[in-house]
């Protein structure tokens, strides 16, 4: 059994907290982006909004950043910081589709969120609402009282779609994905891993895929970093895509490769379909004929 890493000294501490309240009070985070790719078509229909540190900075990555939020007491000012940079930059940019943006499950609940904060900045930039997807980690389970379930309703009655993040990552998933029924699931990056040569995870894509189509929930595949793997999802029939090989997060997001590189490539019809056709074709002359 691992052991947890031990926790900075007192003096790192101190110098830990100074530089992320300086991050927070001068709002120097960089949002990046990935696209969110369509595997049927090829085409890019959003873009996941991630967050930076500042270059240069012990905090740049965001491990290490939402890390020392969390010690510090400052999780709740971090990720409002996040979402209005990140709504401010997608303004900008002008990418168009949809945004999906992260939002902790467990701190709807706290009676320090601002509701409306979201809808305020995207009245003030612009932004249709309902070019958003909320997206919530089962890493953050819903609190025994039911406060978050009420806040994802509150979301979802003012026109924002739902998205459950990390399925597969956590014991919550399904449960979470009954009780809300989300307009989008995104399968744990650990499941597309090496997909295309694991029976044990196909046989998992595959059930995911087959309830989303039941519940008409759309169904991603996060972590996508190889053709094979991304072949394996279009044969499950899995409608949507994230990953390297897609695209990398970026502060000026493009997809890495052209609709005709992820579109499935057509298959040659079976000698049987060819005889059919050819059949079928052939009536119109014999009843010419006679």
Known sequence: MSTPPPLPSATLLAAERAELEQILRLELLEPVFQPIMDLRSGRAIGHEALIRGPRGSTLHAPSRLFQAAIRHDHQLQLELLCRKCSLARFAELKPGGLL??????????????????????????????????????????????????????????????????????????????????????????????DLDRDPVKREFVQSIGRIGRNLRCQILAEGIERYEEMRALQQMGIGLGQGFLLGMPST????????????????????????QLFHLMRQPMQRLRG
Request: glycine share 6%; charged share 20%.
């Open 100 to 193: 999906f943006l992260n939002v902790t499950a467990s701190l709807l609940s706290s009676p320090d969120h601002q509701h409306g904060f979201t809808a305020d900045l995207l009245r003030q930039l612009d932004i249709p609402l309902e070019s958003i997807v909320i997206e919530l980690s089962e890493q953050h389970p819903f609190d025994h009282q039911g406060l978050t379930r009420a806040a994802v309703e509150h979301y979802r009655s003012m026109g924002f779609q739902i998205a459950i993040d990390d399925l597969g990552a956590g014991y919550s998933g399904l449960r979470l994905w009954s009780e809300l029924q989300p307009e989008f699931v995104k399968i744990d990056k650990h499941f597309i891993s």
């Open 252 to 275: 000026c997001p493009q997809p890495l490769l052209r609709p005709d590189q992820i579109r499935r490539p057509l298959r040659v019809r079976s000698g049987q379909a060819a005889r």
